[in-house]
C-alpha cells in the first residue's frame, strides 16, 4: 500500500543530498574567508557600509567611538518607556444565509501593554497582549470563536481559555557583554527578509488559529530561550538556545477558521497541537551570521531541533452517530535540522529580496492508496526527506509624486513567491507551497487614508484570496480599519489535488476594527 524504496532511488536522494550541503558548506566557507580579510568599515563614507542585518539593537558605529561614551555601562540613567494600544475588533461571516447574530462570528477586545525599563544598554523588555471576548454583549458569539477549548498554561506563559487569552509575547532581560548582549526570556526573532512567508525562521511557532489574516506583529509566538549577539567589524555573530519547545496555535475543533470536512464531506477532527517532551534532545540550537557588502545584506544560518511547523498527521476515524465518517488529525513534531540564507539589496527605487532553506530530514507523512477513510490503515506512517523552501520577490516604492502632483503618502508594491517541496514524492505536499502574494499600499490625504489590496494566489491548485483594506488614522491616536477578504479554490474531491483555499471558501468576511494607539 506504500511505498517501497528502489536500489536506484536511494543513491540518486543520498548524491543530491551531499551535493546541496557541500554547496552550503562552500558558501559558509567563502563567506567566513572574504569577511575576515576584508578591512574594517567605521567610518561614513567608507564604500563598505555597515547593516543592522535585521536587528534594531545594533549601533552605529562612528569613527570616534568607545567604550567610554554613551554605550559604557552604567553611564546612562535608569528610564521607563511604556505604549499601549487598544482594539475593538468584529468579523462578519458574509457567505453565510444566517440571519445577523449567527453571521457575527467574533467580537474582540485587546489591549497590548508595551515597557522597558533600564539603560540603553541594560534593560527589561516585555510586549504583553491581552485579548477578551465580551460575551456580555451578545451571549451567542463566541460559539464558533474561541481562544482555546481548555484553560492552560502554555510553555511560554501563554494563558489561554475560551474567552480570554493573555500572551506575554517578549519578556527579556538584556546585558551587554563586551562588544554585545545577552538576552534570557520569551524573545521573538525577526530572520530572515521576505515580507510575507519566511523560510528561515527556524525557531518562533506561528499563530495559525486565523488562517493568514492575523496581523503581522501579532504572528509569531515568543519562545523561552537564551540568546547572544557579537558585533564585530565586519559581521555579525547572532546565538540562540530555546530549552524547551513550544507548539504552534491551531484553531479548536468547529472553530470558524477550521477545517471542517475533507473530499467527499468528510468531518475533520484536531487534536490539541502540544509540544514535545522537556528533554535534553529536544533542546534547540540556532545560529546566524550575516553581514553587509556594498548595499547588499546578507546572512547564513543553522537550526536543530524540534519543528515550530506542525505535521498534520491523520491518525485515526471518527464515528459521529448519523454523520460520515470522520477522520482525526494530530498536530506531529519532530527534530529537524535547516540551514538557510538570506538576501537583500536596493537598486533605485526597488528592494529585491529573497530567503531559503535546507532540510536533510524533516518529516511529512506518506500519501495514502485510497479516498475513504474506512479503506485506510491509520495511522498514516510518518517518514523523513529532504525538504526545501524558498521566498523571492521585490518592493517598489512608487514615485507616486512625480504621477499624481501634491502626493504627499507612501506608495508601495510588494510581490514575492513562496514554494516548499519534499524530493521524496510519496509523501503529502506542504500545505502551503507555489504561492504567489501581491500588495499595493498607499496613503492618501496627509496620510489621513491608508489603502492596501492584497492578493494571495495558490498555483499550485488553483486558489486566491482577494483581501483589501481601508483606514483611517484620526492623527490623535484613533484609527478606523475595514477589511474585506473573498477566499475560494478549486476542489476535486480528492484531498491531494483540492487547494488548501478551498477549504475556507465559506470563511469570506468583512471585518471592522477601532484602534487607539498612547503614545
Known amino acids: 500500500m506504500y511505498r517501497s524504496e528502489t536500489s536506484l532511488k536511494l543513491p540518486i536522494r543520498f548524491l543530491i543530498r551531499r551535493c546541496l550541503i557541500l554547496l552550503i558548506l562552500a558558501a559558509a566557507f567563502f ?35 568607545s567604550m567610554d561614551d554613551d554605550f559604557s555601562m552604567g553611564e546612562d540613567a535608569s528610564n521607563f518607556t511604556w505604549r499601549t494600544e487598544l482594539a475593538f475588533e468584529n468579523l462578519f461571516n458574509t ?38 471576548m465580551p460575551t456580555f454583549i451578545n451571549g451567542d458569539i463566541g460559539d464558533d470563536y474561541v481562544y482555546s477549548e481548555d484553560t492552560d498554561l502554555k510553555r511560554n506563559l501563554r494563558v489561554t481559555g475560551r474567552e480570554s487569552e493573555i500572551n506575554f509575547r517578549e519578556l527579556y532581560f538584556n546585558y551587554p557583554l563586551g562588544n554585545g548582549h545577552i538576552r534570557a526570556g520569551n524573545q521573538i ?35 523561552p530561550s537564551v540568546s547572544g549577539m557579537v558585533f564585530f567589524d565586519r559581521f555579525t555573530l547572532e546565538l540562540v538556545w530555546v530549552p524547551v519547545h513550544v507548539a504552534a496555535a491551531i484553531p479548536p475543533t468547529g472553530n470558524f477558521w477550521s477545517v471542517r470536512e475533507v473530499d467527499n464531506d468528510y468531518p475533520v477532527f484536531f487534536d490539541e497541537s502540544k509540544p514535545v517532551a522537556a528533554t535534553a534532545e529536544h533542546f534547540g540550537y540556532s545560529a546566524r551570521i550575516s553581514s553587509s557588502y556594498k548595499g547588499m545584506d546578507f546572512s ?16 485515526s476515524t471518527v ?21 538557510g540564507f538570506d538576501f537583500s539589496t536596493t537598486r533605485g527605487d526597488f528592494v529585491f529580496q529573497a530567503e531559503g532553506a535546507y532540510s536533510p530530514n524533516k518529516s511529512g507523512y506518506v500519501d495514502p492508496d485510497g479516498d475513504n477513510p474506512i479503506d485506510i490503515d491509520f495511522p498514516l506512517p510518518v517518514e523523513r526527506s529532504d525538504y526545501f523552501a524558498y521566498s523571492i520577490g521585490f518592493n517598489y516604492f512608487i514615485p507616486m509624486h512625480q504621477l499624481l502632483p501634491g502626493h504627499a503618502g507612501d506608495s508601495l508594491f510588494t510581490m514575492e513567491w513562496f514554494q516548499a517541496e519534499f524530493l521524496d514524492r510519496d509523501l503529502n505536499e506542504p500545505v502551503l507551497s507555489h504561492v504567489l502574494t501581491t500588495r499595493y499600499q498607499d496613503e492618501f490625504f496627509d496620510k489621513r487614508i491608508h489603502v492596501s489590496l492584497t492578493g494571495i494566489f495558490e498555483l499550485r491548485d488553483g486558489g486566491v484570496i482577494f483581501w483589501p483594506q481601508l483606514a483611517y488614522d484620526f492623527q490623535n491616536g484613533f484609527k478606523l480599519e475595514l477589511d474585506y477578504a473573498a477566499i475560494d479554490g478549486e476542489g476535486k474531491g480528492d484531498f491531494d489535488e483540492d487547494a488548501t483555499f478551498y477549504y475556507y471558501r465559506k470563511n469570506d468576511f468583512i471585518m471592522v476594527t477601532l484602534r487607539y494607539a498612547y503614545p
Open 31 to 65: 563567506f567566513a574567508s572574504w569577511a575576515l580579510n576584508q578591512p574594517a568599515a567605521r567610518c561614513a563614507g567608507d564604500e563598505t557600509e555597515w547593516a543592522d542585518s535585521g536587528d534594531a539593537d545594533i549601533p552605529v558605529f562612528e569613527e570616534d567611538w
Open 95 to 132: 457567505r453565510r444565509e444566517e440571519d445577523f447574530d449567527d453571521a457575527y462570528k467574533k467580537n474582540e477586545i485587546s489591549a497590548r501593554f508595551e515597557f522597558t525599563y533600564g539603560t540603553s544598554r541594560t534593560f527589561l523588555k516585555s510586549i504583553t497582549d491581552v485579548y477578551v
Open 319 to 339: 464515528l459521529v452517530p448519523n454523520e460520515p465518517v470522520g477522520v482525526r488529525v494530530r498536530p506531529y513534531y519532530d527534530v529537524v535540522n535547516y540551514v
Open 189 to 223: 526573532y525577526a530572520w530572515g527578509t521576505a515580507d510575507f512567508v519566511n523560510a528561515t525562521a527556524y525557531i518562533n511557532p506561528r499563530d495559525l488559529r486565523e488562517l493568514l489574516f492575523i496581523d503581522e506583529d501579532h504572528l509569531k509566538l515568543g519562545v
Open 300 to 315: 547564513f544560518s543553522g537550526y536543530h531541533g524540534p519543528d515550530t511547523e506542525p505535521l498534520f498527521r491523520p491518525v
